[in-house]
C-alpha cells in the first residue's frame, strides 16, 4: 500500500535559516508528488508538485524540493527562512495508476524564531 | 476569481441531526473531493467524484454520504453525526486527468477554505 511519511510533526527554525522540511513515500512505482502549504484558517494550496522531467522542482515563496527514487524522497527546502512561512505543510502524493486517490502526510507545522 | 466555496464555515450541532455541508467550484473541474483534518493524522479522503453521477468512496467514508447531480456542486451529507465525526473540512477541486493522470495534467487540487464541524 502507498503511504507518505513526514519526519518532524513540528519544525522550529530562526529567521534566516534553512528550513527542511522531510517527506518520504512508500510505492512500487514513483508517484506523482507535492507539497502543500495551510496557512492559519485557511485551505491549503499548492507549493510545488513533481509529475515528470525535472527532479529538482521550484516552487512558490523561494520554495524547491527534490525528488529522489533511490530514497524515495521528497524533502523540501527553503535557502531563507521568513516569518511568512510560518504554517502546516502537507507532502502528498497521486499514484500514477490512480490519479483519482490522494495520500496525504500527517503535516510538518514550521515555527520561525525571531 | 476562481475559487471552492463551502458553507458554513463553522457549525455546531448535536448528534443525530442531520447536516449538510455545501461545495461549489467555478472552475469546471470534473474532480471533486472531500476531505477531514484531524490532528496528527493530516488529510484523509471521505469521498471523490470524477464526474457528474459519478462518485466513489475514500479512505473513511462510513457516516458519510454525497451526490453530484451538477458539475458545480458537491455537498457532504452526514445523516445522523455523531461525536467522532467532529473535525476540519475540506472540499477540493482538480481537471480529472483521466485514470492516470496523462498529459499535461497538473494534478493541482484547489481547496476550499475548511468546514469547522463540532458534534455534542
Known amino acids: 500500500a502507498q503511504s507518505v511519511t513526514q519526519l518532524g510533526s513540528h519544525v522550529s527554525v530562526s529567521e534566516g535559516a534553512l528550513v527542511l522540511l522531510r517527506c518520504n513515500y512508500s510505492s512500487s512505482v514513483p508517484p506523482y508528488l507535492f507539497w502543500y502549504v495551510q496557512y492559519p484558517n485557511q485551505g491549503l494550496q499548492l507549493l510545488l508538485k513533481?509529475?515528470?522531467?525535472?527532479?529538482l522542482v521550484k516552487g512558490i515563496n523561494g520554495f524547491e524540493a527534490e525528488f529522489k527514487k533511490s530514497e524515495t524522497s521528497f524533502h523540501l527546502t527553503k535557502p531563507s527562512a521568513h516569518m511568512s512561512d510560518a504554517a502546516e505543510y502537507f507532502c502528498?502524493?497521486?499514484?500514477?495508476?490512480?490519479?483519482?486517490?490522494?495520500?496525504f502526510g500527517s503535516g510538518t507545522r514550521l515555527s520561525i524564531r525571531p | 476569481e476562481a475559487q471552492v466555496t463551502q458553507n458554513p464555515r463553522y457549525l455546531i450541532t448535536v448528534t443525530g441531526k442531520k447536516l449538510t455541508v455545501t461545495c461549489s467550484q467555478n472552475m469546471n473541474h470534473e474532480y471533486m473531493s472531500w476531505y477531514r483534518q484531524d490532528p496528527g493524522l493530516g488529510l484523509r479522503q471521505i469521498y471523490y467524484?470524477?464526474?457528474?453521477?459519478?462518485?466513489d468512496k475514500g479512505d473513511v467514508p462510513e457516516g458519510y454520504k454525497v451526490s453530484r447531480k451538477e458539475k458545480r456542486n458537491f455537498p457532504l451529507i452526514l445523516e445522523s453525526p455523531s461525536p467522532n465525526q467532529t473535525s476540519l473540512y475540506f472540499c477540493?477541486?482538480?481537471?480529472?486527468?483521466?485514470?492516470?493522470?496523462?498529459?499535461?495534467?497538473?494534478?493541482?487540487?484547489?481547496f476550499g477554505e475548511g468546514s469547522r464541524l463540532t458534534v455534542l
Open positions: 467524484s470524477m464526474n457528474v453521477e459519478v462518485t
Open positions: 502528498a502524493l497521486v499514484p500514477r495508476s490512480s490519479a483519482s486517490k490522494i495520500i
Open positions: 477540493a477541486s482538480r481537471d480529472a486527468g483521466g485514470t492516470s493522470g496523462g498529459k499535461g495534467w497538473t494534478g493541482e487540487l484547489f
Open positions: 513533481y509529475t515528470t522531467g525535472a527532479t
